[in-house]
């Protein structure tokens, strides 16, 4: 019998990564989106194009065997689907679960008591995102008296997933470029019993977190870093940022910094991380990927947050007793990132930098404590920030 998944998010990662993994494995996807023209487009055509560019050329796969709702019109349609599916994922944002939780309770909350539990693997770039998912689908979104006996009807695996996959051409329809590349490491314990979901491509793994805080710490440091670098110096895409010696070199510092706390917090051979750190810098260099420094900064104030891929390492590191001066110069240039076009969060932090003083920004943006050692550098960082942007009078 085919297998059936329900996929949250029908953007670049949606279709470009986990719906070519789930269609490889031989599962139906049904999608689930909120963006009419994307789900129409897929209602309207029974395939796609997905195109991986690597260093030996360009490789195509057509994707078939995929439904779309509209969850903005069809709730009820995709809670339906969630309560017989054998697995849900998402790609959304991490903001987003919030949003897509009552759904997919609803739907595990009709599962069938014959049926195996569903399995849930959020696919966002965040520590833990799957858990958060899981902490909005269990309360306040299951019945109180059902919630003790969730796992039955659902398990709930983090995952960490790698990949570039660039905005697209908006006259590209449908079909998806994305980099030959790809990691997609998922915590199996939370399967014990009933065995894990088959997905080709897929490593399973007993403990996530040296995998999770290795990408978000590596490739998301040094891509934000390349980017918020590059766009405070005029730079379109993250490639042309790294073609710049001194942005190079400033992404080589941050990456130097984390690798640091990556090696001594999980063990990892320093040698193995300088050859990951070298093959990152290689990706996220790429030309062909065209990736803008607007979509890799996208969402400044998540980026600047607590346990992101700044303030998360760069927290450790102090704590460990290490000086993080690149870190602290990336932190720099994201603050910077204001009133960016398209961007709601360059914008928030903009108004946040204007209406607060340092002191309460900082608390406020990173969530540091104001007893962390990283609390007053990165003050005296939003203190430099908010004279610069400054309006003048
Ligand atoms: N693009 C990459 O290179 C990449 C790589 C690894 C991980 N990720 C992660 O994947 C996630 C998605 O990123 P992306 O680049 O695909 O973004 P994207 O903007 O291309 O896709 C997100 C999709 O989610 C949809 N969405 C928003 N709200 C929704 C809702 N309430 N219900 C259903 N769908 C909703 C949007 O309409 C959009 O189609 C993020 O967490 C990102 O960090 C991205
Ligand atoms: O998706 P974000 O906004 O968390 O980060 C932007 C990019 O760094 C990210 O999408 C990378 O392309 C991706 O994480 C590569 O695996």
New binding site residues.
């Given amino acids: 019998m085919t297998k059936k998944a329900v996929h949250f998010g029908a953007g670049n990662i949606g279709r470009g990564f986990v719906a070519e993994f789930l269609h490889d494995s031989g599962y139906e996807v049904v999608f689930a989106d909120i963006l009419d023209n994307i789900i129409d487009q897929l209602q309207k055509s029974p395939s796609y194009t997905v195109t991986e560019i690597g260093a030996e050329g360009e490789k195509k796969f057509t994707i078939t065997n995929y439904r779309a709702i509209n969850s903005k019109y069809h709730e009820a349609d995709v809670i339906k689907e969630v309560s017989t599916a054998d697995l849900v994922t998402c790609a959304v944002g991490p903001n987003i679960l919030k949003f897509i939780a009552p759904v997919i309770a609803k739907g595990i909350n009709l599962r069938s008591e014959g049926l195996p539990p569903t399995a849930v693997i959020a696919c966002e ?1 965040a520590i833990g995102a799957t858990d958060v998912l899981a902490g909005f689908i269990k309360d306040p979104h299951t019945p109180a008296d059902r919630r003790e006996s969730l796992h039955e009807r659902a398990r709930f695996g983090n995952s960490a ?5 660039p905005g697209q051409d908006p006259n590209a329809g449908l079909d998806v470029k994305i980099e030959s590349f790809y990691e997609w490491v998922v915590d199996k314990t939370p399967f014990h019993g009933h065995g894990h979901p088959e997905i080709k491509g897929v490593k399973w793994v007993d403990d996530l977190q040296p995998y999770i805080e290795r ?1 978000l710490f590596t ?2 440091t040094g ?2 870093t390349a980017a918020y670098h590059g766009y405070n110096r005029g730079f379109k895409t993250i490639a042309e940022a790294l073609n710049d010696p001194g942005v190079n070199k400033e992404v080589q510092k941050a990456l130097e910094e984390t690798a640091t706390l990556i090696v001594k917090k999980h063990k990892i051979d320093p040698n193995e991380q300088k050859a990951y750190v070298e093959k990152i810098i290689k990706r996220i260099s790429n030309p062909h990927l065209e ?1 803008t420094v607007v ?2 900064g ?2 400044p104030l ?2 600047l947050s607590r346990k992101e891929r700044f303030i998360g390492p760069a927290s450790q590191l102090v704590e460990y007793g290490y000086a993080v001066p690149a870190l602290l110069d990336a932190i720099a240039a994201a603050f910077k990132f204001q009133n960016v076009e398209g961007d709601e969060e360059s914008v928030e932090l903009a108004e946040i930098l204007k209406s607060h003083s340092a002191e309460a920004a900082t608390e406020k943006i990173t969530g540091l404590e104001k007893s962390h050692a990283l609390f007053e550098p990165v003050k005296l960082i939003v203190e430099k920030v908010k004279k610069e942007t400054k309006p003048s009078i």
Avoid: G, L, S
């Fill in positions: 770039n997933i790698d990949r570039i996959v990408k490739v998301n891509h934000a990736d979509r890799v996208r969402a998540r980026k």
